[in-house]
């Protein structure tokens, strides 16, 4: 056995909240009942405890009992790319619904994004995003036509655009995102149910292929009670950016 | 030389966005210019600029000439933690006003997210930060009580605070970013001289020493308008974080 042991009460304990056995607000096991599971003495089960703790999963002080803080993961690109697919790797349920889907010539800013020239083609995208029912983003997604007019042979309301695209063969492999906060318009008001100037974070997206050829250009807005960005770093290793859930209050 | 030419190309244009050169909105010169300057067909000319415009470097449609877009560049780890080499790092002038520097007992949220009992002090800062003089965002830090002490003895106007707790040999490994947005409360709008609920970018960080144990807890407020921050990723390559001055509207 290579892995020391307070690396693999670490994992267990990560799988439990990632799958939501231990929930967020939940109590982890006492140190004393660790030790016992385990057969350990207690430094490895509070090593494994700080390196929870330091990775922003569970809270609590000497003073009282850790609990769970984050669900939140490592989570692979293609998660960058689909809310879909990201709702359902934290085991919750993914909805959308198409406002509408449409194409139209390029305006200015668009061609700025995508490379294209004034008056090319577009296919734009309105879409109302729901995690487990409730209205939790709005996305509003501008491709290229040669991709954008696929969309047309597709449910939009039946599940992952990206899933769909990437069947089709489409190169997503490269993404940017630009994250900032931005005050509800009427739109988004009237989707999200918050209101007018109420504070969203936005994340707006440019996606390219392997070869950097613009695809898709997006401007994703999220409820900030619902939904939050997450970044680790140190400096041993790469960043990795996480997008998860948040705990706060409505706006 | 075994750099190919088209690299050769894209690494001397980021250095001149970077440096300021090629500002944000300068037109980057023609590619018929770029020919001569390198003594290369378009064929390489092309291709650095494709990747420029993959990065997010420039923008520009084959039917208009390509601009600067952003000043953005990847960023080493101790700009995630320093507002001040951040800025520096740009070539801006980082500024700062120390409002108010306390120790006072833990509280319970402070206790969560610094793993402390109930009532062990802490020292908070709360700071405003400005770019070029103009305030742009609003600090406020808690540190555990043996760092925070080292603050008593530094003129937090002066400078970095955490170039100062680096010199003073304290461990600021690992870092966790929660980023999301929130509305100004009285103290942001007074101190950004903005409009109260407008909206703001949030960034809520962890840090801790290199075996997790926990060394400050900070919320800091960003004017949207002024910076934003920027996530790279590739099915390739691990997800790299930036963060960057906006170019959008005042809020």
């Known amino acids: 056995m290579d892995v020391p042991l307070h690396e693999r009460v670490a994992s267990e304990l990560r ?10 607000g939940a109590a982890i096991p006492s140190e004393s009942h ?27 002080g000497r003073g009282k009992p850790p609990v769970v803080r984050s669900q939140s993961m490592p989570q692979p690109f293609e998660t960058f790319l689909s809310f879909s697919r990201w709702v359902e790797l934290m085991g919750r349920t993914p909805g959308q619904r198409t406002l509408e ?4 010539p390029a305006t200015p800013e ?15 995208m309105l879409r109302l995003r729901l995690l487990d029912e ?17 969309l047309f042979d597709f449910d939009c309301d039946s599940g992952s655009v990206f899933a769909y695209l990437s069947r089709c063969g ?12 931005v005050g509800a318009d009427e739109t988004d008001a009237g989707l999200l149910g918050i209101e007018r100037g109420a504070p969203l974070l936005r994340e707006r997206r440019h996606t390219s292929s392997a070869s950097g050829a613009p695809v898709e250009f997006s401007d994703d807005r999220y409820r900030p009670d ?26």
């Open 170 to 181: 489409v190169d997503l492999s490269r993404a940017r995102h630009v994250v900032d906060a």
């Open 134 to 150: 409730v209205p939790a983003m709005i996305e509003r997604t501008t491709f290229v036509w040669p991709v954008g007019r696929l």
């Open 34 to 60: 660790l030790c016992e599971q385990w057969g350990s003495s207690r430094g490895p089960i509070r090593q494994a405890l700080a390196t929870l703790r330091a990775e922003g999963l569970i809270g609590g």
């Open 101 to 104: 889907i449409a194409r139209r």
């Open 226 to 251: 619902l939904v939050s960005f997450t970044i680790d770093n140190s400096q041993q290793a790469h960043p990795a950016l996480l997008r998860s859930p948040s705990q706060g209050e409505t706006p």
């Open 15 to 24: 799988r439990r909240i990632s799958s939501g056995e231990l929930p967020v």
């Open 110 to 124: 668009t061609c700025d994004a995508l490379g294209l020239a004034e008056g090319e083609p577009v296919v734009q």
